[in-house]
């Protein structure tokens, strides 16, 4: 444990502990990291390594999970007393559930003022609740059109689509070309980065989940939604093995040239990108997601990650020193290739904007859109019911109203 704490400086974000001699290498935080998507595994051993030189009195101990497993590890972990987690990384649709469980601390007072406006707004959503913040924003994040250029070009297609029905277009454009089999791919799988599609689309038709606290999903832009997931799926222009797919499948086929179009997160445009990574590097660009036409321009899901401390431990301010070094924009201004910074100053910084030009140009106008998903407690909940319910669409099982419906009178027995 720590015996003595000279200081803790918090300047230009950048939060360096100095120990006292006797304390050194005292102190070790065990860090909950996702394995998947967003920041890589080298790229948070690289900044926890600058992290640990600037600060000799703490250590940090890494684990990463996959996303899926993420939220349970945080909820068991606050039995384990001083032997938990005292960094977590936690999803924009958790700080409700994790909030009234007592799971996160309050860290309003720590962060400074200035920092409300400096930072986008929609990165503030992914840590509050009821008017407090449980963390700092750290993963700026939603789902973008990534397309192969040469692919386009070949079928004749001088332009990406603007809207979803001019998609389905495209496609069917490409698929009679005999350009590739299926023009379009998902990460459709029952799980989360479904509803992550699901809600993006829902977006684009101007739907919602809830209506004065009561399920509003079986109706309007979000039954249209499920309905332009199956109909992609009946018309063979979505590759049919989406429905098991989560991001990194969807980044393999599109790498492997195998797709048209693909939609997923920041990380993946460095990726596909990397002719180490990609076998169609150089033939990348990435847009907004599409809108529909009367309804919006664009579609986006609010995709961010915030840093938090456990409420158990029993290193807080080692913890939020840890947390202000990873958050703060120098720092996010040097990995900005797998996830774009929270800062909106870091947008006109050459070392953020150079060779990913058409992607900042995209998230000005994503990020400025990002839809969220329902902000309650339940949520665990009623993901799984949509994905359960959905998938069975998706899958040929029930039609899209009979799924709707049955997914309402669940939630609304859990609500």
């Not at 601390?105 to 400074?112: Q, Y």
């Not at 008017?131 to 004749?156: C, H, Q, S, V």
Request: proline content about 5%; glycine content about 6%; overall charge negative.
């Amino acid at each position: 444990m720590m015996k003595a704490i000279k200081k803790l400086v918090l300047g230009s974000a950048l939060a360096t502990l100095a120990m006292a001699s006797t304390a050194m290498a005292d102190t070790t935080l065990n860090a909950l990291f996702m394995s998947q998507a967003a920041y890589s595994e080298d790229d948070i051993k690289s900044m926890t390594a600058q992290f640990e030189a600037a600060n000799p009195g703490v250590k940090v101990s890494l684990e990463f999970v996959p996303y899926e497993a993420l939220h349970d590890k945080i909820i068991a972990a606050a039995g384990a007393g001083d032997d938990g987690y005292d960094v977590v990384l936690f999803d924009v649709i958790w700080p409700a559930e994790f909030a009234t469980g007592g799971f996160l601390t309050d860290v309003s007072d720590r962060i400074p003022a200035e920092y409300t406006d400096e930072v986008f707004e929609g990165a503030w959503t992914t840590v509050e609740y009821e008017g407090k913040r449980y963390g700092m924003p750290w993963i700026l994040d939603t789902k973008y059109l990534f397309y192969n250029t040469e692919i386009l070009a070949e079928a004749g297609i001088s332009q990406p689509p603007k809207t979803w029905t001019e998609l389905m277009t495209q496609a069917r454009q490409i698929k009679e070309k005999g350009l590739v089999e299926y023009p379009l791919v998902w990460s459709w799988s029952q799980s989360e980065a479904m509803i992550c599609d699901f809600t993006t689309l829902t977006a684009a038709n101007d739907g919602k989940f809830f209506d004065a606290g009561e399920p509003a999903f079986t109706t309007g832009g979000a039954r249209d939604a499920v309905a332009f997931m199956k109909a992609t799926l009946d018309e063979g222009l979505t590759n049919p093995a989406s429905r098991e797919y989560f991001e990194e499948d969807v980044r393999r086929v599109f790498s492997n040239g195998e797709a048209a179009f693909a939609l997923n997160w920041t990380y993946m445009n460095a990726l596909a990108n990397d002719p180490k990574e990609s076998k169609v590097a150089g033939k990348v660009k990435v847009v907004s997601a599409p809108g529909v036409e009367g309804k919006s321009t664009a579609s986006s899901v609010n995709g961010s990650m915030g840093l938090g401390i456990p409420a158990n431990s029993p290193h807080a301010d080692e913890a939020w020193a840890y947390i202000s070094f990873l958050t703060q924009k120098d720092i996010q201004d040097d990995y900005a290739k797998l996830s774009l910074p929270i800062w909106k100053a870091s947008y006109s910084e050459p070392k953020v904007m150079e060779g990913q030009e058409d992607l900042i140009a995209a998230a000005r106008e994503s990020i400025a859109v990002m839809y969220p998903r329902p902000l309650v407690p339940s949520y665990t909940e009623v993901s799984d019911i949509l994905q359960k319910n959905i998938h069975k669409v998706l899958l040929n099982q029930t039609s899209a109203d009979e799924a709707l419906e049955a997914a309402a009178e669940r939630v609304k027995r859990i609500r």
